[in-house]
């Protein structure tokens, strides 16, 4: 077997394989000591696969669809060892979906552990981490070849990848999304965490999954509240990046809360399906070309925190009322004021961009977000961003700017403006049959 050893030139090699390492080691040695500098680059690969009938027993994505090396497929297809693994699945998923899940189980004669919890956002804490962690140790799976699988929405999702980032230092996981919102948010990223100290995930991790699993059917299910919950982000990225996503979802955003982004057969025919499809993969395609170069977000000038400056505290100070996209759709409305005042955005973008929150049925003001939130959540995000405000703001539609100009001498001539010509959008548009918040 070989060992890794240092070679002049400060690269690393192991003997037998003739193998170089990226990895550089470098050695200073001063009256006081030696010192030594180590560069490790780590590479991350994961897979993000839309696929159709998931549960399908003989669809064997769900099993081994992460698996990217064909000798270690085929080693596993041949072998009569049985696959084993632990998911973690939200309580009202498990209502609907539990039969299906454990059918595709038996189907496929695996070992499984099936763990149901309330994966709310009043219960996303490290209390539920540590039972899913007590669970999955009583287990006893393997690390290297038995991911763990959570399904769910965006906060199961979160959960499930910090203990799993946290059993032995680090054990594989899968996402499966079941929300509209992690469909095309959580499912795709890096992140992991949980709420602490009333700060919405505050501890966590950057520890991608082996894989995520993308199926549109499991919408179907999904309340058309948490529908529009989702298309909040897909407005973000539209208002980012994508014009064209953007224009989607001001002249079809109805008939994909209508069919909930699946076939229909009445009046909109099967141009929902070309739509859903359309607006879910530029959505992901736009979301993973700004994460994946910022995985660890060392760069902390990112367009995806647009609704995102003032919405975390939002959030969690009105729990259970608004949803995570509701409170970005409030922030971002703002933020939308903002660009209107620094001349980056025409009074008539500025009115097609409310209009389409308001056609998807998204709040576009909330009485907790007040001037002192405001304020705080700046600061806050000083504090946090070195010192700069990092603010994206769309600038035209599909396009954006990071601002750095902290808006403390015109926020409240700008909330008030907000106030008064988004309040009455609002209560016009629940009076329409709208739902209120």
Not at 56 to 83: C, Y
Not at 213 to 233: C, Y
Not at 300 to 318: C, T
Not at 357 to 374: D, S
Request: net charge neutral; aromatic share 6%; proline share 4%.
């Amino acid at each position: 077997m070989g060992t890794w050893k240092c070679k002049l030139g400060h690269k690393v090699n192991k003997d037998t394989a003739d193998c170089v390492s990226a990895a550089k080691i470098y050695e200073s040695i001063t009256e006081q000591g030696a010192s030594w500098t180590v560069v490790s680059p780590i590479v991350f690969t994961y897979k993000v696969t839309e696929t159709r009938h998931l549960l399908d027993p003989s669809n064997d994505t769900l099993l081994l669809g992460h698996i990217t090396d064909p000798q270690q497929l085929d080693d596993i297809q041949k072998s009569n060892k049985p696959i084993k693994r632990f998911l973690v699945v939200d309580q009202e998923v498990y209502r609907i979906y539990g039969t299906k899940i454990t059918a595709y189980l038996e189907a496929n004669n695996v070992l499984y552990k099936i763990l149901s919890l309330p994966t709310t956002e009043e219960n996303k804490s490290m209390q539920m981490a540590l039972k899913i962690l007590e669970e999955i140790n009583n287990f006893s799976l393997d690390r290297r070849t038995e991911p763990i699988i959570a399904i769910g929405g965006g906060v199961c999702l979160d959960i499930v990848g910090l203990a799993a980032s946290l059993y032995r230092r680090r054990t594989p996981y899968i996402r499966v999304p079941t929300t509209l919102l992690s469909y095309i948010d959580a499912s795709v990223g890096a992140k992991t965490g949980v709420n602490f100290a009333n700060c919405k995930n505050k501890l966590g991790a950057y520890i991608p999954p082996a894989a995520a699993f993308l199926d549109l059917s499991f919408m179907q299910t999904v309340p058309r509240r948490h529908i529009s919950n989702g298309l909040a982000e897909m407005l973000k990225m539209a208002l980012m990046k994508h014009r064209g996503l953007f224009e989607l979802l001001e002249t079809h955003g109805r008939m994909l809360l209508d069919t909930k982004f699946q076939a229909d057969n009445s009046v909109y025919g099967n141009h929902c399906l070309q739509a859903a499809s359309q607006a879910t993969r530029i959505a992901i395609v736009t979301m993973l070309e700004e994460l994946a170069p910022n995985l660890w977000e060392d760069d902390l000038d990112r367009l995806v925190d647009f609704g995102h400056l003032i919405s975390p505290a939002l959030e969690m100070n009105v729990l259970p009322s608004l949803l995570h996209g509701e409170a970005v759709n409030v922030d971002m409305s703002y933020m939308v004021y903002v660009s209107r005042e620094r001349g980056l955005l025409t009074e008539d973008e500025k009115q097609r961009i409310i209009s389409c929150m308001l056609g998807l049925e998204l709040p576009v003001w909330h009485a907790a977000f007040t001037m002192e939130l405001i304020q705080k959540s700046l600061q806050d995000r000083l504090k946090h961003s070195g010192g700069l405000v990092r603010m994206p703001l769309p600038v035209g539609l599909g396009k954006a700017e990071i601002s750095n100009d902290t808006p403390y001498n015109k926020a409240k001539a700008m909330l008030l403006t907000m106030c008064e010509g988004c309040r009455g959008l609002q209560w016009a548009a629940v009076c329409g049959g709208c739902r209120g918040l």
